[in-house]
């Protein structure tokens, strides 16, 4: 096989969730498309990978000086719930089951990975909280050993003088479990019977 299909190839299959077999399938697809998906492929990536970034307060991806989520006064319901990525901001968007504002952690502390707190983005929670009125922070992360300890450490890095309840996902979050993997009727569930941690 041509060297360059091989490198494309081989680019695709390092993407989570796509393995050699489905990289080929792609990459060969998109070379004998003739309606010219693969130039505007390279072109909107090209966009994407030049124009996106983190907003600086919570994380999620945007093109702006903050995410669409930060901007709207709407979601200022004192909620904001921790999740590990923006897969997890997909899902509950997609869902439509919380109407409050996102913080992405970025992770979850694992002495195994080497992920430690200061490879994490909560070092704006506290002013997070004070200057959004948040009462309640909701932990969406994986329900492991490594998302409990991360809660766990972001709760004891809050303190108790925030005046903020915690709450964590409830029924249905089945333990090792992950957003991207739980059907909407189950997130529904778990979210309206979050409980107090």
Do not use: W
């Amino acid at each position: 096989m041509n060297p360059k299909i091989e490198k494309l190839i081989k680019m695709f299959a390092r993407l989570p969730r796509v393995g050699n077999r489905a990289a080929t399938r792609i990459v060969l697809a998109l070379l004998a498309d003739k309606t010219g998906r693969a130039t505007q492929l390279a072109e909107m990536l090209n966009d994407v990978a030049t124009t996106i970034h983190p907003c600086p307060n919570c994380g999620v991806l945007t093109d702006g000086d903050t995410c669409e989520f930060c901007r709207d006064t709407s979601r200022a319901n004192g909620c904001l719930c921790i999740v590990r990525d923006m897969t997890d901001v997909l899902v509950f968007e997609k869902s439509s089951v919380f109407h409050g504002r996102y913080h992405i952690i970025g992770g979850v502390l694992s002495g195994v990975a080497g992920i430690t707190p200061a490879d994490l983005n909560i070092k704006n929670l506290i002013t997070r909280i004070n200057d959004e009125k948040i009462n309640e922070i909701i932990f969406a992360l994986p329900n492991t050993v490594e998302g409990k300890t991360t809660a766990n450490y972001i709760m004891s890095v809050i303190g108790n003088d925030a005046h903020v309840t915690f709450t964590e996902l409830a029924s249905g979050m089945p333990l090792g479990g992950e957003l991207d993997y739980i059907d909407d009727g189950t997130l529904t569930l778990a979210l309206k019977g979050r409980k107090k941690l």
